[in-house]
């Protein structure tokens, strides 16, 4: 079954003197400085922000919301990974490592 790639395409907010704000999509490489507006047709410029990436049900989107989430609720980790060695070296076999200042 093939994967449905996420496309992201980036919102950008633009301002009409008269009828204000309004968003459109464009890609990064063509988005212009000024467009008609859809109310009144007269020239609207881009507002400096940052260009929103998607919905919420992009693949960026969920990775943000994970990042954002983790800083509140940090899953707990309960074992290995999977695949790790079952064995940690813990103590070392190097006969240098004894003359390190011990604490
Ligand atoms: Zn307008």
Redesign the pocket.
Known sequence: MPRRKDVVIPLYQFR?????A?DRTYSMATVPDTVD??????E?RRQITAPRLGHGSSTPMRLLDATARSASEPAVVTGTRPGAPRTAQTVTTNPLHRKLPRP
């Not at 009409?16 to 204000?20: A, I, T």
């Open positions: 009409c003197d008269r009828c204000g309004f507006c859809p109310e009144c047709a007269s609207s």
